[in-house]
Nanobody, 124 residues
């Protein structure tokens, strides 16, 4: 079992920045692929970013590419999502997800564990 706890959400004005954190426990962190997803009201949960076990490979959704950066600190068992140039359409609950294995998927069905989510609200 892997337990995930997100933090760092909040209310920010358009153009602002936030950094989300997700702490993991229950398994050696460097054996877990990590991802971020988000879900806006009335919409399906969508892929945001993912990072491989060593932090050397990352993928992003086109909607956030160039604005968001995913990173990880294996010594701290934590994955981060730095969000810059935020837009009102980025408003959503952001979820951290973990996958056991080597692949770096962008599909939510491929992930094994999920956090409880943290709300990000961007005002115009």
């Amino acid at each position: 079992q892997v337990q995930l706890v997100e933090s760092g959400g909040g209310l920010v004005q358009a153009g602002g920045s936030l950094r989300l954190s997700c702490g993991a426990s229950g398994r050696t962190f460097s054996t877990i692929v990590m991802g971020w997803f988000r879900q806006a009201p009335g919409k399906e949960r969508e892929f945001v970013a993912t990072i491989n076990r060593l932090g050397t490979v990352t993928y992003y959704a086109d909607t956030v590419k160039g604005r968001f950066t995913i990173s990880r600190d294996n010594a701290k068992n934590t994955v981060y999502l730095q969000m810059n140039s935020l837009k009102p359409e980025d408003t959503a609950v952001y979820y951290c997800a973990a996958k056991i294995g080597y692949q770096v998927p962008t599909s939510r069905s491929e992930y094994d564990y999920w956090g409880q989510g943290t709300q990000v609200t961007v005002s115009s």
